[in-house]
């Protein structure tokens, strides 16, 4: 008999931060991501952080993404390598304790796990083996000899066909099947499952997963708080 299956997004979704944005960030004091690329950044995260506009994270986003482009080109495997590491080895443990415990709950309950991720897939592996995730997918870096060519295929964008991917090569039970997300980039891919949860969800995605009736969960310092819809209202179990 098949396996159900089970996708959980990683960053912000099990990883307290963005993984993506670690790497840049190491790559920034590594001296790899030129000092005035890395200044916008630095300026756009600030405005984010004191909350300057509403569309300021996603502003932060750009210019992060930006920057890690421009160094992207011609820049180390080994190097790039050595900052995932670093930020594996810092984050690893940085989970929320609803999405950690949901995955072993799961893994126990015969699942087969799936990561997906827009952070590239060199550290999302590392993740998806430490977690014990059965597969996963997530941003690809094109290289060759040993350094890499400008060109990658980013996950944030194409959860759906990559998760169909794995639904294709695993032949998992479509039945109980479930997904964890946190984004409105999340919203296709909630879509897709039996049971959608909206962890931690962002605006746009609460807004989505009230009207669809989705059950949604927030977890702040020590206290998790669960959202079911009950005769056309949500309340708190």
């Known amino acids: 008999m098949a396996k ?29 991501i030129t000092p005035a690329a890395y200044r916008q950044v630095a300026q756009a995260r600030f405005d984010w952080q004191r909350r300057a506009k509403n569309n300021a994270f996603r502003e932060y986003e750009k210019k992060l993404v930006a ?6 080109t011609g820049l180390s495997v080994e190097q790039f ?17 609803y999405t950690r415990d949901l995955i072993k709950e799961l893994k126990k309950a015969g699942y087969l796990l ?18 014990s995730f059965d597969d996963y997918s997530a941003t ?35 039945n109980n099947s479930l997904a964890v997300g946190d984004s409105e980039l999340d919203i296709s891919l909630l879509e897709m499952v039996e049971k959608p949860i909206a962890f931690n969800p962002s605006k746009l995605l609460f807004d989505h997963a009230s009207k669809q009736g989705w059950p949604i969960v927030i977890e702040r310092k020590n206290v998790i708080f669960k959202l079911e819809k009950i005769d056309g209202h949500y309340q708190l179990r």
Do not use: M
């Open 140 to 174: 690809i870096l094109y290289e060759q000899s040993g350094r890499f060519t400008g060109q990658r295929e980013y996950a944030s964008f194409n959860k759906p066909s990559l998760l169909k991917k794995l639904i294709d090569k695993h032949r998992p039970s479509l």
């Open 114 to 131: 799936f990561a997906l991720s827009g952070s590239p897939d060199i550290i999302i592996a590392k993740l998806a083996k430490f977690y």
């Open 67 to 72: 920057a890690f482009e421009q160094s992207l």
């Open 4 to 32: 159900p299956f089970a996708a959980f997004d990683i960053d912000g979704t099990l990883i307290r931060w963005q993984l993506f944005h670690a790497i840049t960030e190491e790559l920034a004091k590594k001296k790899l």
């Open 81 to 97: 390598k050595a900052a995932a590491e670093h930020v594996f080895i810092e984050y690893k443990d940085q989970v929320y304790t």
